[in-house]
């Protein structure tokens, strides 16, 4: 089980990556479409005896068998990236849900530390806050966005009880 403030690293981490999410989401896509269309186009032949064959238990492949392997690592390899654009997706609807959840302030306080890298003070001039104003607010709303994208387990849990 993470720590609370593993999450809040990895919410930071996430948001910070953010736009280069989509960017690997939209290469994903067309390298997927690339390779899909290399396998379209590669046909295997029908195996011929004489030209080809194999005899005493060689390593070797036929061309025949060698195409088949190339189709089968080929498609693996697709479904690998599928799954890896598919998982991106997800992060990148889960943040997005989440920032729909937040008031217009509240996303520009993310978006302007965790996204664009702009500084508290350069945040609290645009919003009209304190500096200090801005980072408080801003720490609740990265633990809001925090509980949103990975549920209620991401809240501490307070260990001691003192009477």
Do not use: C
């Not at 280069?20 to 479409?33: P, Q, R």
């Not at 046909?43 to 080809?52: A, F, V």
């Not at 005493?56 to 061309?63: A, D, K, V």
Request: no cysteine.
């Amino acid at each position: 089980m993470r720590e609370y403030g593993d999450y809040i690293r990895e919410t930071k981490r996430l948001l910070q990556n953010y736009n280069k999410m989509k960017v690997a989401v939209t290469n994903l896509t067309e390298e997927i479409k690339a390779q899909e269309m290399v396998l379209r186009d590669e046909s295997i032949s029908s195996i011929q005896y004489g030209d080809n064959r194999i005899s005493g238990g060689t390593r070797e492949l036929t061309t025949t068998e060698a195409a088949a392997v190339r189709r089968i690592k080929l498609e693996g390899h697709i479904a690998d990236m599928r799954i890896r654009r598919d998982e991106i997706e997800r992060t990148i609807r889960a943040i997005d849900r989440a920032f729909e959840s937040l008031d217009d302030a509240d996303v520009e306080l993310v978006q302007g530390r965790y996204m664009r890298g702009q500084s508290w003070i350069e945040i609290a001039d645009v919003l009209n806050y304190t500096e200090k104003w801005a980072q408080e607010k801003g720490g609740k709303v990265l633990r809001d966005v925090a509980l949103m994208l990975f549920g209620v387990e991401v809240r501490p849990v307070q260990l001691k009880i003192f009477f």
